[in-house]
């Protein structure tokens, strides 16, 4: 089982910036593409952003497009996501997330076919 290990996060006031990185072990060779989600308490979690390895494609769920950039950088292996402008509405908890080649789709936004997770970095925003 691959594990996915998320550093970074924090608190930050409503209109601050903040990032968060995930290191992919096996990223340029293993994965097909990767991507963050995001739990808020009491909600169910959902997919913010993704990126495809091989061409650096991406895809952002409305409410955070223009405001949040998720990265790569194979040489490390990590997948990164920054955060700009953010809202108390971005607060919870980040995971990230990969699919290995031969498996589904990221851009389908479905955790379910995301195989190996990370634990999870804590943000939040206050107003």
């Known amino acids: 089982q691959v594990q996915l290990e998320e550093s970074g996060g924090g608190s930050v006031q409503a209109g601050g910036s903040l990032s968060v990185s995930c290191v992919v072990p096996?990223?340029?060779?293993?994965?097909?593409?990767s991507g963050w989600f995001r739990q808020a308490p009491g909600k169910k979690r959902e997919a913010v952003a993704v990126?495809?390895?091989?061409?650096?494609?991406?895809e952002y769920i409305d409410s955070v497009a223009g405001r949040f950039t998720i990265s790569q950088d194979k040489d490390q292996n990590t997948v990164a996501l920054q955060m700009s402008s953010l809202k108390p509405a971005d607060t919870g908890k980040y995971y990230c997330?990969?699919?290995?080649?031969?498996?589904?789709?990221?851009?389908?936004?479905?955790?379910?076919?995301?195989?190996?997770w990370g634990q999870g970095t804590q943000v939040t925003v206050s107003s």
């Open positions: 096996g990223y340029s060779s293993d994965i097909k593409c």
């Open positions: 990126i495809y390895t091989y061409n650096g494609g991406t």
């Open positions: 997330a990969a699919i290995p080649w031969g498996g589904e789709n990221c851009y389908n936004f479905n955790e379910k076919d995301f195989p190996y």
